[in-house]
């Protein structure tokens, strides 16, 4: 069996399951750092509490202290992951749905699952596309973004 059949095989055990993270309160720190980084200033809503990207709950995702990386950069601690075969795991492209406005302060649960696997060929051979929908929620689970993500896995 080849490395790609390997991780075909673990990620069609993801299939359908969701995985919930908490990924804890946003603070005013991180989102003026994120602000910065982008080249924009941080806005305020008309109760004067500094509102966040949207993109930033995607963006940071993995910053987390002390997750493990594979040897392409890829967190070994998420869904849609071949598991540790020879494979490349590259990012396919988003899609964001936007919910409620993004606050500093807001507690943020995300739920992600493994919506979909395609095995297709492709110019140098075989590979896998992995869906993923990833669901940012605040603590009234009042959605914030819905990710809609790919990975080419070959």
């Not at 930033?56 to 594979?70: I, K, N, P, Q």
């Not at 936007?98 to 919506?115: E, I, Q």
Request: with cysteine; charged share 25%; net charge negative.
């Amino acid at each position: 069996m080849t490395p790609l059949e390997h991780a075909e095989r673990h990620l069609l055990l993801q299939v359908g399951r969701t995985i919930v993270t908490d990924a804890g309160v946003i603070d005013d720190r991180s989102a003026r750092r994120f602000s910065s980084a982008t080249g924009r200033s941080p806005r305020r809503d008309g109760n004067g509490e500094l509102l966040v990207s949207p993109l930033f709950l995607t963006a940071t995702r993995e910053w987390g202290v002390g997750d493990e990386l594979a040897p392409d950069g890829t967190t070994l601690t998420d869904v849609g992951l071949p598991g540790h075969f020879e494979v490349r795991v590259i990012g396919g492209g988003q899609d964001l749905e936007l919910g409620v406005p993004v606050r500093v302060g807001m507690h943020v649960t995300v739920h992600a699952k493994v919506v979909g696997l395609e095995r297709k060929e492709g110019r140098s051979g075989p590979l896998l596309t992995v869906n993923i929908e990833r669901r940012y929620v605040d603590g009234d689970d009042q959605l914030l973004v819905l990710c809609r993500e790919a990975r080419v896995v070959r």
